[in-house]
């Protein structure tokens, strides 16, 4: 199976992280959160070094035999929600990824208070569940179990945009590393874990956090310079609504960078790590200053990052995280791996993390869940409808006022009030101004005017379709790649599911376009008024239909991808509801198209 590839900023491909350096990534970050866990409500810097001494303990188990918290069972479980998402964590705009996510959290909150996974979760149990070490509660934060208590079921999914509470604690940035690891790119890294911090996390602070994180790991876990990699995912930063305290404590701690190893009192000049913006910056304070990529190095690292008064498991979990992913497995202390607890669990996971990235998942150990249930059997199919009407005479007054209100919107970048006309009609998303000359929807808008990455993920989410064409060909991504929106087009490159040679593609258009012609033939000057449907959206999805309904016909064209690859093969079926036995169905392949049944409406 070749290793998965991924665009960096510049548009470059970069290769999925070496197994070493996902292994180190998990294992680190579990040697630092147990390193971390005997201090952590140490009142000084001076108390711990009184009492354990100021180099890194020889032993894991310094203080009493070496246990791991809730920072490291959230970890594991994030990792778990990617695995499961399978291939439709790449599909719609990372909602999937949300929905296993959050159904991974909830398995976590029942080994904490108890109760039926599979019920909390609405999702089958899997392994990780079932292992009893990680049912010990370890001082799990409030503000994640109050959240992803009000969430039990998944009838409901904290979001960016719909938040249940306004903590900024570090819950959601200590848990991110997973989402560095797994994305694509580095845009998605910060989409993934901004949005999945949000399930628990409401304040700004709290979610961004775990964006730059996220970012920093992919970075670094793919051969990129630690400062390198700090400085994009601080770009990605800056483009987001209300990061200037996360940004200005990303800042503060690099500026400590160039002073060399910091004291205790530097460290603790960052804040206490209760905040999710506090224990970003100590960890990226302590990576920055870290000697070298040697076990003694690594060891000394984690221990500053841990002897402060403050949040320690937790800042040492992420410096954990990151030194493994910068240096891999090897550079971790042996003698304290061997001391660690459930080791043979988070190395599990590290190996199936890396596996998944491959396409390999045992889907025994991680079956499939509620959100890609439907990416994964016959079953629902995701239905839009093709606007193909251009004429504004053919349109009631209030759809034609309602279009150009969405139209303004989207072209003042006024986002507000294009997500709130949206929800009242979700699938204008892919319209366009009716009569206008550029076809420009909402999502060429954003790529035109560099929204952010939030605005841009959301219209993903609403169904917006990365394939459709302007009047003159552009897509998004060319749109956004001409005006220099570069920190878009990771996000906007199409992801086609269905795979078909475009020059298949477009022969089966072709011939789909000439069944439509002939069906429509006796309506005077129709065809005049219609933009005619393109397939390409429909290889976004693995399964999708789109309805065009066709002005004097009282019906139209309902039609979908029945098969794809090598022999693909479009289905439409037609009919005027006012006509009895109209309906036809066609069958269209590269080839040509034939007319296979007759007169089922």
């Keep these: 199976m070749p290793v998965q590839t991924s665009a960096r900023h510049d548009g470059t491909l970069a290769e999925a992280p070496a197994l070493t350096r996902v292994r180190g990534c998990l294992l680190g970050g579990a040697l630092g959160d ?12 001076k108390e711990i070094f009184r009492r354990f001494g100021t180099s890194a303990p020889l032993k894991l188990g310094y203080a009493h035999g070496p246990v791991i918290t809730d920072d490291t069972q959230m970890t594991l479980f994030a990792a778990e929600g990617i695995i499961r998402a399978g291939e439709a964590r790449w599909d719609d705009g990372g909602v999937a990824l949300r929905r296993e996510v959050q159904a991974a959290f909830l398995r976590w909150l029942s080994t904490q208070q108890g109760g039926d996974s599979e019920w909390m979760a609405s999702s089958p149990a899997g392994w990780l569940v079932t292992e009893r070490g990680l049912h010990h509660r370890r001082a799990p934060g409030n503000t994640c179990l109050s959240a992803l208590q009000a969430q039990i079921g998944a009838k409901k999914l904290a979001t960016v945009t719909s938040v249940l509470n306004d903590s900024k604690g570090c819950g959601a940035v200590m848990r991110a590393a997973p989402f560095g690891l797994a994305a694509r790119t580095r845009e998605q890294a910060f989409g993934w874990a901004r949005d999945t911090g949000a ?127 910068m240096y891999g497995v090897d550079a971790l202390p042996p003698r304290w791996l061997d001391d660690l607890e459930l080791v043979g669990v988070i190395d599990r996971v590290a190996c199936d993390l890396h596996s998944a990235l491959e396409g390999r998942v045992d889907e025994n150990a991680y079956p499939v869940g509620p959100a890609n249930h439907r990416a994964s059997t016959e079953e629902s199919p995701l239905d839009f409808e093709w606007l193909g009407i251009v004429q504004r005479g053919q349109y009631h007054q209030e759809v034609v006022e309602a279009r150009d209100a969405l139209a303004d919107a989207a072209k003042a970048y006024d986002w507000p009030k294009v997500f709130r006309l949206l ?70 490159e199409p992801r086609l599911v269905r795979h078909v040679d475009a020059g298949a593609l477009d022969r089966m258009q072709a011939h789909f376009h000439e069944v439509i012609r002939g069906r429509i033939a006796y309506l005077e000057g129709v065809l005049e008024a219609l933009r005619l449907p393109e397939l390409r959206p429909l290889t976004e999805y693995r399964r999708a239909t789109l309805w065009f309904a066709v002005p004097g016909m009282y019906g139209g064209f309902h039609f979908w991808l029945a098969a794809d690859a090598a022999t693909p093969r479009l289905v439409s079926e037609s009919w005027c509801r006012i006509a009895g036995g109209s309906g036809e169905r066609h069958e269209v392949t590269p080839e040509g198209a034939r007319l296979v049944e007759e007169g089922f409406v």
């Excluded at 971390?36 to 009142?43: A, D, L, Q």
């Excluded at 996390?201 to 400062?227: I, K, N, T």
């Excluded at 970003?280 to 002897?307: K, Y």
């Excluded at 000359?437 to 993903?460: C, D, F, I, K, N």
């Design 423 to 492: 929800e009242k009609n979700r699938g204008s998303v892919n319209g366009w101004r009716v009569g206008g000359t550029t076809w420009y929807g909402p999502l060429h808008q954003a790529a035109r005017g560099g929204a952010s990455a939030q605005v841009v993920e959301r219209l993903l989410d609403l169904g917006a379709w990365r394939t459709l064409k302007t009047a003159n060909g552009e897509l998004p991504i060319d749109i956004a790649r001409k005006h220099g929106h570069h920190h878009l087009l990771a996000l906007l």
């Design 34 to 45: 147990s390193l971390g866990e005997p201090v952590e409500f140490t009142r000084s810097a």
């Design 199 to 325: 399930i628990t996390h409401g304040h700004p602070s709290g979610y961004l956090s775990a964006a730059h994180f996220a970012a920093v790991v992919w970075g670094v876990s793919r051969d990129e310079a630690f400062l390198s990699s700090v400085e994009h995912a601080s770009a990605l930063l800056r483009g987001e609504r209300k990061h200037e305290e996360t940004t200005e404590a990303v800042s503060k701690a690099m500026s400590l960078v160039a002073g060399g190893l910091p004291s205790p009192s530097v460290i603790e000049s960052l804040g206490g790590a209760w905040v999710g913006e506090e224990a970003l910056a100590i960890a990226l304070l302590c990576v920055g200053t870290c000697q070298g990529g040697s076990p003694e190095a690594v060891a000394e690292a984690l221990w500053r990052s841990v002897a402060h008064a403050g949040d320690s498991d937790s800042t040492g979990s992420m410096v954990g995280n990151l030194l493994g992913a």
